[in-house]
């Protein structure tokens, strides 16, 4: 089991564009969350999937959304990119039912120039 | 809103000394605290969380309701244990903080010196 993959790993956009992030989750896993880690700091949640909708939302703009496919996938869209989204994106998957714990992924690096 | 707080940016002992990162919370509630780890080049991985009570490679940490604290120790710090480290805390249930969205705090680089 690869466990939670990302793609791609680097990215670079300019002022304005969008982006997509995808995510697999961990095998038997339902539930796919994503993070925001700028430089120097922790995580911060920005939303979670679990059947195909979002259960849970931090405190993140409306250019942030996503969507879950029915094999549990997970992709990150960012509209409008600013230059304050270049970060690091971390995908983590879950089965709470099952008692799984979290297993993040190693993340995209975005820059935004 | 939730909020937690790691107050040392870096972290640094020499290897067989007792090592305590700090990790205090604000929530009116009752959350679950979690420990993460992220080694060089590795993934953030869970270490430990505070209602299985259990010691991962000799850590161990204790929730202080009255202090808003759980704090990592470690009675004897290993050079393996160089690393990264997150306290996080979820307001919904366990599951390693995969039921509900975490709050990080801003982490602590440990050092371990030989």
């Known amino acids: 089991d690869a466990g939670v993959t990302q793609s791609p790993t680097h990215l670079i956009k300019t002022r304005g564009q969008q982006v997509t992030l995808r995510c697999s989750p961990k095998?038997?896993?339902?539930?796919v969350s994503w993070y925001q880690q700028a430089l120097g700091q922790g995580p911060q949640f920005i939303f979670q999937y679990y059947e195909e909708e979002e259960r849970q939302r931090g405190n993140f703009p409306d250019r942030f959304s996503g969507h879950q496919f029915p094999n549990y996938s997970s992709e990150l869209n960012v509209n409008a990119l600013l230059l304050g989204d270049s970060a690091l994106y971390l995908c983590?998957?879950?089965?709470?039912?099952?008692?799984?714990?979290?297993?993040f992924g190693s993340g995209t690096q975005l820059s935004v120039l | 809103a939730q909020r937690v707080t790691q107050p040392e940016k870096l972290l640094s002992v020499f290897k067989g000394a007792p090592v305590e990162l700090k990790c205090n919370y604000s929530y009116s509630g009752s959350p679950e605290l979690f420990w993460y780890v992220q080694y060089s080049r590795q993934r953030l991985q869970l270490l430990l969380r505070h209602i299985s009570r259990e010691s991962i490679k000799g850590f161990t940490a204790d929730l202080n309701k009255g202090e808003t604290s759980f704090h990592l120790k470690k009675p004897f710090a290993q050079e393996e244990d160089s690393a990264m480290y997150y306290c996080?805390?979820?307001?919904?249930?366990?599951?390693?903080?995969?039921?509900?969205?975490?709050?990080f705090g801003k982490g602590t680089h440990l050092i371990i010196q030989p």
């Open positions: 996080a805390l979820s307001l919904t249930g366990y599951s390693g903080g995969g039921a509900d969205g975490l709050t």
């Open positions: 983590a998957s879950s089965n709470p039912a099952a008692g799984e714990k979290l297993f």
């Open positions: 095998s038997g896993h339902d539930t």
